[in-house]
């Protein structure tokens, strides 16, 4: 099993454009994840989905969109990037609500 | 929504058991308490969770007080390699899961 694989790892983007972050799991679980983690600090939560087709907003979801059309991939859209977006973005998933959260290495997203 | 709260900072001697504090005064009675750390440049990685009895994996022990209003993470003897930030989250029944902080351990040789 690969776990939880996130694309890109790395990217840079102008203000203003647009960009999607993918998160692919492939140990069947329903609960995915999205956070966000600023240089020095926690993690913050953007949004979550308990499975397909349901998906609700976190402690800071402003910005961003997400999709959840498979069980395997729950894709986070960020539109109209800003600076204030410029941080590490983690994806995570677990198998229920207790169980152990597995995470992705993170995509590291620059904003200029 | 339930909130837990650690030390923002500890230190550790190498070989020296560590015992790191988390309050989780207004948990419920079907949270689960879990505990995360995340190395220098990595994403978090899970190290133990429990929700009334005390538990032991190959990595750590949990210790959850009586009233479940607070717990510990044990890790009966610090390694260089376990300097890291420890979070401690509880899990609801909204399926949030909130991270704190985190306790940032340093460990010395």
């Known amino acids: 099993n690969a776990g939880v694989t996130q694309t890109p790892k790395f990217r840079i983007l102008k203000i203003g454009q647009s960009m999607t972050l993918q998160c692919t799991q492939d140990?069947?679980?329903?609960?995915m994840y999205w956070y966000r983690q600023d240089p020095g600090m926690g993690l913050k939560l953007i949004y979550y989905?308990?499975?397909?087709?349901?998906?609700d907003k976190g402690e800071v979801p402003n910005g961003y969109n997400v999709s959840r059309s498979t069980t395997e991939d729950f894709p986070l859209r960020l539109e109209l990037a800003a600076p204030s977006q410029t941080s590490v973005y983690f994806c995570?998933?677990?198998?229920?609500?207790?169980?152990?959260?597995?995470f992705g290495e993170g995509s590291r997203l620059t904003v200029l | 929504d339930a909130k837990t709260t650690q030390p923002n900072s500890m230190e550790s001697n190498e070989e020296e058991p560590v015992h790191l504090p988390c309050n989780h005064s207004?948990?419920?009675?079907?949270?689960?308490i879990h505990w995360y750390r995340q190395l220098p440049s990595q994403g978090p990685e899970y190290v133990i969770h429990?929700?009334?009895s005390n538990v032991n994996n190959r990595m750590a022990s949990l210790a959850i007080a009586e009233d479940r209003k607070s717990s510990t993470l044990i890790l009966h003897r610090a390694t260089l390699r376990d300097a890291a930030v420890y979070y401690c989250?509880?899990?609801?029944?909204?399926?949030?899961?909130?991270f704190g902080t985190g306790t940032r351990l340093q460990v010395f040789p």
């Open positions: 140990m069947n679980h329903n609960y």
């Open positions: 429990g929700l009334t």
């Open positions: 989905s308990v499975g397909a087709g349901i998906t």
């Open positions: 995570a998933s677990n198998r229920g609500r207790t169980g152990e959260l597995f």
């Open positions: 207004t948990i419920s009675g079907t949270d689960y």
């Open positions: 989250i509880l899990i609801y029944n909204t399926d949030k899961l909130i």
